[in-house]
């Protein structure tokens, strides 16, 4: 199995480990909603099986993620415009890790927040900002073109929608933790045929 296929089998372990996380964990919580509640709600302070929730659910998606992050660093993509987004994309899974160790307040209310609301509402900003900029500079790097643009901007634009709580913060979000993780594995899938070429002029 080449390494680029690895890294595409962890991403994807990664994204099914997230939507069973959420999806159990909604199932376990009344009154859960999709549509309105961040997910971060499933482990705040005072949710039914908070602590759970973050370690075994969120923290064990991002762990999920690196080996990916690793082979990239050191087998796929070697220039150092690749490698300079890589590391602004890591931050996506080291922030969101680090905010299982910092559960919201119960339903993640913004009124009158803990500190530890508070770190782990900017860990969450700071991890979006971190994917949606990494992807960019990502994408751009493998092509040299304009294509990432667009993609880059509905990111951009769900990202900045996290930032107001609404009736559809739920959905938004999901949206945007899909739309990066998609946009991932498309990347990883043309560096897979670009080394799939390279093999096959040999």
């Known amino acids: 199995m080449r390494k680029v296929d690895i890294a595409l089998v962890f991403v994807a372990m990664s994204y099914l480990w997230l939507v069973a996380t959420v999806t159990i964990g909604a199932q376990l919580y009344p009154g859960y909603s999709h ?5 971060s709600v499933l482990g705040a302070t005072g949710a039914p099986h908070g602590p759970t929730v973050n370690f075994w659910g969120f923290l064990a998606v991002e762990l999920l993620l ?4 690793i082979i990239c660093f050191i087998d796929l ?6 490698r300079v987004a890589l590391v602004v994309f890591s931050g996506y899974p080291f922030f969101i890790g680090l905010a299982a160790f910092f559960p919201c307040d119960f339903e993640c209310r913004m009124a009158d927040p803990s500190q530890s609301q508070l770190i782990h509402s ?14 960019c500079l990502l994408a751009r790097a493998q092509e040299g073109r ?20 609404t009736a559809l913060s739920g959905l938004l979000q999901r949206g945007l933790e899909t739309g990066a993780y998609l946009w991932f594995v498309l ?3 043309q560096k897979r045929q670009k080394v799939g070429s390279v093999l096959a002029s040999r």
Do not use: D, K, N
């Open 35 to 39: 549509i309105s509640h961040f997910m």
């Open 66 to 69: 690196l080996p990916s992050f």
């Open 77 to 82: 993509m070697r220039s150092r415009a690749e």
């Open 122 to 135: 900017a860990a969450g900003l700071f991890a979006y900002f971190c994917a949606v900029v990494g992807l």
């Open 146 to 165: 304009s294509y990432w643009f667009v993609p880059g901007l509905v990111l951009f634009a769900l990202f900045l929608s996290l930032m107001l709580e």
């Open 187 to 189: 990347i990883l899938l």
